[in-house]
C-alpha cells in the first residue's frame, strides 16, 4: 500500500480572505490587481491589526481586566 502525501503547505498563512481585500479594491477603482500587490496589502492590514491588539492588550491589562473593547482598541490606534 502506498503511502499517503502529506497535505501541500498553504503559500501564506493569512488570516484575511483575498476576496474581499481584492473586492475592495475593485471597488476603489483598481481595473486589475495583482497576486503579490494583494498579498503586501494583506500582510500589513494584519501587522497593523496585530500591533493595535497587543496596545490594546496593554490598555485591558492596565484596566485589571480580560475582556478587549471597542475602547481598548480605539485608545490603542490613536
Do not use: N
Not at 473586492?23 to 477603482?29: A, D, H, N, T
Not at 497593523?48 to 497587543?54: L, Q, S, V
Not at 475602547?71 to 490603542?76: E, V
Amino acid at each position: 500500500m502506498a503511502k499517503k502525501k502529506a497535505p501541500a503547505k498553504k503559500k501564506s498563512d493569512s488570516y484575511i480572505a483575498k476576496a474581499p481585500i481584492r473586492r475592495l479594491m475593485k471597488k476603489e477603482g483598481a481595473d486589475l490587481v495583482a497576486a503579490d500587490a494583494l498579498d503586501k496589502l494583506i500582510g500589513f492590514l494584519e501587522k497593523t491589526a496585530a500591533d493595535a491588539t497587543k496596545e490594546a492588550i496593554k490598555v485591558t491589562k492596565a484596566d485589571k481586566r480580560k475582556r478587549v473593547t471597542a475602547a481598548d482598541i480605539r485608545k490603542a490606534t490613536r
